[in-house]
């Protein structure tokens, strides 16, 4: 993988969900914050107008939003995990299996589209960190954020 000006990296699905969002907040939320303004500024005076200083936070938010997604979509290097061969690599969907047989599934991606909650951890964390170049059958080891020693076996690599 190349290394990028930002160092991040999407899967194709990431990227598209960074396109739909950036669509969103370009028109319809930049719209919506506008009209905030507009409604606040004829409240009177802006100098003491809690809903205008809301309002134009709101539209600050929004703006370093664009912005964020707009440098990442034009710097991210997108890997296709699907031309990966039989490696982890970001992009894929793995199985690890712990000393006691249980399984444990998620999707290796970049730091922009990580989630925990949806079953994606960043290639950064120290489980996707491991995994990466590794087949199925290799055995991976890490040290886990409560500082104990993990252990596993690649029991799937799916694209």
Same mark, same amino acid.
Request: charged share 35%.
């Given at each position: 993988?190349? @290394? ?5 990296? !999407?899967?194709?699905? +990431? ?6 969002? !950036? &669509?969103? !907040? ?23 107008? #809690? ?49 006691? +047989?249980?399984? &444990? ?17 960043? @290639?950064? #964390? ?34």
């Amino acid at each position: 993988m190349a @290394n990028t000006e930002t160092g991040q990296y !999407l899967t194709p699905e +990431g990227k598209a969900e960074l396109e739909e969002r !950036l &669509h969103y !907040l370009e028109t319809e939320k930049r719209e919506e914050v506008g009209e905030r303004i507009r409604i606040a500024r004829d409240f009177g005076d802006i100098s003491e107008n #809690s809903e205008f200083d809301d309002a134009k936070e709101e539209q600050r938010q929004v703006e370093n939003e664009i912005n964020r997604i707009t440098y990442l979509l034009a710097h991210a290097e997108v890997i296709d995990s699907s031309k990966a061969g039989k490696n982890v690599v970001i992009g894929s969907t793995v199985t690890l299996k712990d000393e006691k +047989g249980g399984l &444990h599934e998620f999707t290796i991606v970049g730091g922009a589209e990580a989630d925990f909650s949806l079953g994606k951890i960043s @290639n950064d #964390s120290p489980a996707g960190a491991a995994c990466l170049g590794k087949r199925k059958g290799d055995t991976i080891e890490y040290v886990g954020p409560t500082g104990r020693k993990m252990k596993f076996t690649i029991e799937k690599v799916g694209h």
